[in-house]
């Protein structure tokens, strides 16, 4: 359901971040649901009595608004980059750009392109040409709702491969769980536990001999890369259980405070996965 913006002001930026990008998570898994792609799996229903044309200019501007979108070249001028992205997205919508989003890149100008380049934060002028499905498609994604197109357990924009987690296949159980087992917390541990979460799809990409020691990896993209996280069956219960007998294993081996406070994470995440009946 599309909640109309009446932000409280007592919230932080990060909650108002947070509010807004999951305003833009529902919005657009009704677009890419009626393009025929898969949207975000935690995504509630989309409603609304404007033009979904409007909602999807005011949405990204609201999150943009409350965002941390961190410096641009001299050459590039910021103020101008929400009008003229935001018109991008609509144009994609009305012109079937989720649909076809290469040829809908290829339809674009130079300016055109370098302002999904700059909006994405982008080294790199875009190769149309060069870029995959899911690295084309989510050039045209506002950030907080942009997809795991592939299932491969990273997000791919243009030509960067981006960790996130919760991602788009992240079932709602998990997370309403991790909301709130993170709710308030420091971004930069936030992120700290992001990556944790990752790592069962990180490592199951490096190889090793018999006695441990590093032989190679799986490179994204390759056929051979492997994402345990697609599996039907796979526990994120099963993981924080994973994370809580390493540190008890560990525990000697860990400053005391960062022990407590990484123990206590997952001990509350667990609690919150069972009481969501999460696996």
Request: proline content about 6%.
């Amino acid at each position: 359901m599309r909640i109309e913006n009446q932000t409280s002001p007592t919230l932080t930026r990060q909650q108002k971040q947070d509010a807004a990008g999951e305003q833009l998570q529902n919005l657009f898994n009704e677009i890419l649901t009626s393009a025929g792609r898969p949207g975000y799996a935690s995504a509630e229903a989309y409603q609304s009595e404007d033009a979904i044309q409007d909602d999807i200019q005011q949405d990204w501007n609201d999150w943009f608004a409350v965002s941390d979108t961190g410096n641009y070249p001299d050459d590039v001028d910021a103020s101008a980059l929400p009008g003229e992205y935001g018109n991008l997205l609509v144009r994609s919508y009305n012109e079937g750009g989720y649909a076809d989003p290469q040829g809908f890149l290829s339809s674009l100008s130079e300016d055109e392109l370098a302002t999904v380049q700059h909006v994405n934060r982008l080294a790199d002028p875009i190769d149309v040409d060069a870029l995959t499905p899911e690295a084309a498609l989510n050039l045209l994604i506002p950030r907080p709702a942009q997809i795991d197109l592939n299932y491969d357990g990273l997000t791919q924009v243009g030509e960067a491969y981006t960790i996130r987690f919760p991602d788009s296949r992240t079932p709602e159980p998990v997370v309403n769980a991790w909301n709130e087992a993170t709710a308030g917390m420091d971004p930069f541990e936030k992120s700290f536990y992001e990556l944790q979460m990752k790592l069962p799809t990180l490592l199951a990409n490096f190889q090793v001999d018999e006695q441990g020691r590093y032989v190679g990896h799986t490179e994204p993209g390759d056929p051979n890369w492997v994402n345990p996280q697609r599996d039907g069956d796979y526990s994120y219960t099963d993981l924080t259980q994973q994370m809580l007998d390493y540190l008890d294993y560990f525990q000697h081996q860990i400053p005391k405070d960062q022990y407590e406070q990484q123990r206590s994470f997952y001990s509350a995440f667990q609690q919150s996965l069972k009481e969501q009946g999460a696996r």
